[in-house]
């Protein structure tokens, strides 16, 4: 995962996406053919996890919040489609290909229901939109969805009988809050020690690592889980095709309200953007120490990766023709007859 600073640094979506593949194989094949090593693998992702986690909440920017305050319209409409619409439309999505296999559809329900919270900005920045605006919603995303990580588990899969709302506040404090605090502190005493330019090539450093342990974290899980994920290889399938369909509709959500609410282009683009994202790796992590053992619903998080890449890049692709034929359109209407 990846974040893109107010320099305007872009996320390596490809060598993400290929890296993930890389590490699936890779992985899948050490705990096929050499089970012991695999098992020391899935044994020792703790530490993994907590690099990322740091490297994660090490990147995110609190300052921007300030600067965006006139834009406090867009920010509730993107609240509410993200955190409202768009969960319901997942859980619609995952409850109709994926009631028979609950593990898969807890595990698309996590990955349905989370805003991304950093490369989302890459591509927003490639297609002409607002990235200082999307700057201000990553603390926003990142908040709200690990607050409302239980009450979207208890609400929509209640039936798995894993949650434990309890234990699920003690992961968040001890995974997650506490090593946001030392991130955070870690982030503003480099930045005050090292001046901003240095600190920005610290920031690049970071950004550069995280999806190589991203690809580290995907190879432990399929090395460790590897038979019960074969084990169910043919639903694979309709776990892809749960996600297409959700990408639609949520494609078709953008393009309805930015219409009805008038967006301009860079703010359309940045809705279009924050809804079709998905933040797959912090939702991953949250999940394996909230959910522990459930090597099926991490399966389905890596999976929706897979097919978020080139979705965004088709995105990218519309998005630029739309801008084309609104600047031609208003050449024509410009230009004298």
Known sequence: MLT???????????????LLVIAIIIGALLGH???TRGQWLGDRVDATLLTMIGLLFF????DVLARQASHLRFVIIAIVANFIIVPLIGYGVASLFMSSHPLLMVGLVIYFMSPCTDWFLGFTRLSGGNVALGMALIPINMALQLLLYPVYLQWFTPHTGTVDPQLIGTTLLHWFLLPAIAALTLHHLLRFMLGEQRF????????????????LLVLQIFAGNVAAILAHRYVFAWLLLSVFVFFVLTFVLSEVISRVCRLDYPEHVLLTMTIAARNAPLMLAVTMTALPGQPLIYAALVMGMLVEFPHLTLLRRLLLALMRRQTSASSAIDSPS
Not at 59 to 62: F, K, Q
Not at 204 to 215: E, G, L, N, S, Y
């Open 4 to 18: 893109l600073t107010s320099r305007g640094r872009l996320p390596a979506g490809k060598l993400t996406s290929s």
């Open 33 to 35: 053919f050499a089970p």
């Open 59 to 62: 990147s995110v920017r609190l």
């Open 200 to 215: 920005e090539q610290c920031l690049t450093v970071a950004d550069r690592a995280t999806p190589w342990v991203i690809a």
